[in-house]
């Protein structure tokens, strides 16, 4: 089973154009797809905005997201989750769903399946970096039902949405021969999944550590629309 990555980017009008030329042009935030050098900083932490387009319920999302943050706090990285309704209200101008997102934002959406065929069965979600991950709710659904998971199936839902992001911050080619970034995904790996054994490896660890502190200078240096600094 193959959890694959996708380089293509909708039409986010909605993006601030300032935060995505700042976060591609920055050296060291795309990161390179080995080992990075140097011991990493104090702990950082990444917002994770939560869209949610399928019938998930909200307990499922909510116990997959705790799988999630602790394969995550596993590796030295705090994710602190912001439910974003799929249509965000105007009358709730302090919503912070409605503000532009930061460099320590990833955006996480719950997707049912493809509305085109092309994608194969066994891909369950996709990145695009530096911030978009998608995850296919409905396909996650089927392989717990098909490896007799049913009652499990939000802790695979938070090992493959840990994938996504994991992507995100490690790279396209971050997959690895053990742990929740394996490409391939089997009955074993299922079974990992239901047992919390899918864990990021050291070296993936080091790797989220530092993007993460990295996002976090980044969004500190990048200037507010009111020519002030982020806090």
Known sequence: MKIAIRGQLPAWLWLRRRLLVSMVGTAGLVLPEG?????????????????????????VLASAEREAGRIFGEAGLTLVWLTCPPSHSSAVQQDPCHEAPQ????????????????????????AVRPLFASVYYDRVVRRAIRDDAEFEVHFILGCVMAHEIGHLLIGSNGH?????????????????????SLLFTPQQARQIQVAAQMRTKLRAAVPRCDGAVEP
Do not use: C, H
């Open 35 to 59: 080992v990075l050098a140097g011991a990493p900083g104090p702990a950082a932490t990444i917002r994770v905005r939560v869209n949610n387009y399928t019938q998930a319920s909200n307990a």
């Open 103 to 126: 460099a320590t934002d990833i955006i996480l959406r719950i997707l049912a399946a493809p509305t085109r065929n092309e994608f194969q069965d066994t891909v369950f979600g996709f």
């Open 176 to 196: 690895s021969s053990s742990g929740v970034m394996q490409a391939s995904w089997e009955r074993k790996q299922i079974r990992q999944a239901v047992t919390s």
